[in-house]
């Protein structure tokens, strides 16, 4: 069983910059994408930034030129740096992992770690 480990949330003011942390329990290169995804009170969990296994990263168009996803594979690890951030940032943020083994789609999700950005 995949184990998924965020860390790095917290309470910071309008502006301020945040790293989030995600800590797999095997190799990350053995996924084929993995991301950071975000539910605020009372909304749909959606996506913010995905990264492959090639490198190849995506931003949902809100947090563009704030956010930077990347990956330390030797750590088992990916970040999400958060810059610039705004009260509408607040929400828990979740690691997620895919992977398709013969044809089908494995999928993980992290705890889940609290960012509120206060105005």
């Known amino acids: 069983q995949v184990q998924l480990v965020e860390s790095g949330g917290g309470l910071v003011q309008a502006g301020g910059s945040l790293r989030l942390s995600c800590v797999a329990s095997?190799?990350?290169?053995?996924?084929?994408?993995m991301g950071w995804y975000r539910q605020a009170p009372g909304k749909q969990r959606e996506l913010v930034a995905t990264i492959t296994s090639g490198g190849n990263t995506n931003y949902v168009d809100s947090v563009k030129g704030r956010f930077t996803i990347s990956r330390d594979n030797a750590k088992n690890t990916v970040y999400l740096q958060m810059s610039s951030l705004k009260p509408e940032d607040t929400a828990v943020y979740y690691c997620?992992?895919?992977?398709?083994?013969?044809?089908?789609?494995?999928?993980?999700w992290g705890q889940g770690t609290q960012v509120t950005v206060s105005s």
């Open positions: 095997r190799n990350i290169f053995s996924f084929n994408i």
């Open positions: 997620n992992a895919k992977a398709v083994v013969s044809g089908l789609l494995n999928e993980y």
